[in-house]
Structures are given as structure tokens and as C-alpha cells.
């Protein structure tokens, strides 16, 4: 080895050659710390990860899912839009039924069940909402709801790919709605399932443009926005399941932003359809999303 290389060994492995290595890397580990602290909400700890698929769900909206829907919107007659959204609503409420007397709700499940019954057949297969006018209120519910309701906690804030706000118990919701929603038991064959949850998720966004719209223009921050109404929505809702028995029934939202049917996002309040096949479910927030691509959540 060279004299040369020796002197510049020497002066690389020196405490004063070390220290700007020293300083970086500790100001580095500084820095990792403080942003992992900052991240960690006791409501959302998941925050990194969720901000990055919140914006992911966010670009995929804006690039495919919005354009659609616009032009869906624009070539559909508002009477049309509202028919679907009635019909999908009217699937919503065969699993929101099935909920009520999962909680055991006995009276509530029987107000499903008169509502569902005149829809689909007075009302052409749930088009027409003949039953609000009635008396016979939607009941929004969900599985999610079903599992709080005996005592399960929420766990977690989670933004699903393309579904958007959720937590464990909606998520299981999700499954479940898969798995056992109407969808799969009246539509045998899957490219019906699929062209029908097509239709639902453009006719959804469709019926939130202006919404969206204005959520873009008042959030400072639309993800902890649309995270907040969630999580101010869903405690509501579990509140209300646990402490009163039932969501309050009152008249659905007939306006064309939040239609019969619409949903909350996902899911005007929790207009639970049927995820897996078509639904809207319940879990996000009525105003809060710019609603990732399948925003139906």
C-alpha cells in the first residue's frame, strides 16, 4: 500500500472525517423519530400508509372515475339516475334487514322487510321509492354495525384501495356483503354482478360530483376532512346501535346529490348495498369523500 493511500485512510477514519457522517445520520434518525410521532394517532395509527392509498384512491378518481361519471351524468336524465339509485337502494335494504334483526330488532327488521316487499313490487323492483311516502322509512345497517352492536370495537381507521374510509368491523362488513349480499344470490351470472356494480359505483359518483366539488374547495386537508367525518359519522352510528337500539329512522335524502339510494358516500347515511355485488355500504361519511374509485364505501 502506498504512502499516499495510507495518508488518505488515515484522514477518512479520523473523529473529525467521522463526525459529518455522525451528525447526518443522527440528524436523519431525528428526523424518523419525530415523523414517526407525528403519525402516531391514537385514532389513526395506520396514518402513513392511509394517506398514501387516500391519495392514490384520489388519482384514480380524478383521472378515471370522475370523467366517467360526468359524462354519465351529463347524457343520463336526472328521472333515470334517481331509478337507479332507487333500485340499488332497494337492494341496501334487504341487507340493512337482515341486520336489524341480527341486532335483534325485531320491528325494525319488519319495517325492512314491508319496505323491501312494496318497493320491489309496487315500485318496479325498488325504481320507484312508493314506500317513504308511506311511513316505511330506510333503516340504514350494516354487518359492521351488527358486530358493534354486541360489543365489538371498531378497531382501527383503515382507507381501503379503491373503496376508501373504512375500519376492521367495515371491512368485515365488506366481506361479508361479498360473500352473502343479495347481489350474489339473485345474480347468478358474474358479468351481470360486475356490469350492475359498474353501474351503481359511476351512477354513485355521478349523484356526489357537486359535492365533491365543494369539498374541494373548503378542506384545507381533505384527507384528515374526510377521515374526521368518518370517524364523527361512524361513533355516531355505534352510539345509537348500542345505546338507543336502532339508527333513528327518519325520511331518506330524496335530493339528487345524496338520492334515494346514493349512499353517504359509501356508504346518504350508510345506504348499505351490497358490496360485493353492487352496494354502496355504510361506511363513509355523507359528504366527506372525494370518493376513491369505487367510493362506495
Known amino acids: 500500500m502506498t504512502l499516499h493511500s495510507q495518508a488518505r485512510m488515515s484522514r477518512e477514519t479520523s473523529p473529525a472525517a467521522r ?23 391514537p385514532q389513526d395509527p395506520l396514518q402513513p400508509y392511509n394517506r398514501a392509498m387516500f391519495s392514490i384512491n384520489q388519482n384514480i378518481d380524478k383521472v378515471v372515475l370522475k ?18 339509485s332507487n333500485f340499488f337502494g332497494n ?7 337482515g341486520n336489524d334483526f341480527l341486532q335483534g330488532h325485531v320491528a325494525q327488521g319488519f319495517n325492512g322487510i314491508m319496505r323491501v316487499s312494496v318497493n320491489t313490487v309496487f315500485g318496479v323492483l325498488g325504481l320507484v321509492d312508493i314506500a317513504t311516502p308511506l311511513g316505511l322509512y330506510k333503516q340504514p ?4 354495525l351488527t358486530l ?8 382501527p381507521y383503515i382507507v381501503l384501495p379503491l373503496l376508501g374510509p373504512s375500519n376492521v368491523l367495515d371491512t368485515v362488513d365488506t366481506v361479508a356483503n361479498a360473500s352473502f349480499g343479495p347481489s350474489v344470490y339473485l345474480f347468478h351470472d358474474s358479468g351481470t354482478r360486475y356490469g350492475l356494480f359498474t353501474l351503481n ?10 359535492t365533491t366539488d365543494l369539498l374541494e374547495q373548503i378542506a384545507i386537508d381533505p384527507y384528515i376532512f374526510t377521515r374526521d367525518a368518518y370517524l364523527q359519522r361512524r361513533r355516531a352510528e355505534v352510539r345509537a346501535v348500542r345505546n338507543t337500539g336502532v ?5 331518506a335524502d330524496d335530493s339528487d346529490e345524496g338520492g ?8 346518504g347515511g350508510s345506504d348499505n348495498g351490497d358490496a360485493g355485488g353492487m352496494g354502496t355500504g355504510a361506511s363513509a361519511p355523507a359528504a366527506a369523500s372525494p370518493p376513491a374509485v369505487g367510493a362506495t364505501r
Open 148 to 155: 358493534a352492536r354486541w360489543g365489538l370495537g371498531g378497531g
Open 91 to 97: 337492494l341496501g335494504d334487504v341487507w340493512s334487514t
Open 67 to 84: 370523467p366517467v361519471a360526468t359524462g354519465y351524468r351529463n347524457v343520463t336524465p336526472e328521472p333515470v339516475r334517481r331509478g337507479v
Open 141 to 144: 345497517n350494516d354487518f359492521g
Open 260 to 267: 334515494a339510494g346514493a349512499g353517504p358516500l359509501g356508504n
Open 19 to 41: 463526525l459529518p457522517r455522525v451528525a447526518v445520520c443522527s440528524l436523519l434518525g431525528i428526523a424518523l423519530l419525530l415523523g414517526g410521532c407525528a403519525t402516531r394517532d
Open 247 to 251: 339508527l333513528a329512522l327518519e325520511p
Open 201 to 210: 359505483v359511476v351512477n354513485h359518483r355521478a349523484n356526489l360530483l357537486s
